[in-house]
């Protein structure tokens, strides 16, 4: 039996945008003899689940909608979303 759908939302900032908290956990990383790690980049994750249903088609355009309007600022960030279960 299927489950409800889920939406998967990455958000991270712009390439161009200075990471300082990744900085931060990069330098830590190296200080703790992590030697391979070259850089840190840090994000949020958000997982919605949708109402039962609800059509994939829909469920995109209204959780690419959510993304774009609350769950980001397109200023600094980009995001990208993943529908499963």
Not at 16 to 36: F, I, N, P, S
């Amino acid at each position: 039996m299927k489950g409800p759908m889920k939406a998967f939302v990455y958000v991270t900032l712009k390439k161009t945008v200075l990471d300082a908290q990744g900085k931060t956990v990069t330098q830590a990383l190296r200080g703790m003899g992590h030697a391979a790690i070259a850089d840190v980049r840090q994000g949020k994750y958000f997982e919605l689940t949708l109402a039962e249903g609800t059509d994939a088609a829909a469920a995109r355009a209204e959780v690419e909608q959510i993304a774009a309007e609350v769950l980001s600022n397109p200023v600094i960030e980009d995001y990208r979303i993943e529908l499963g279960e």
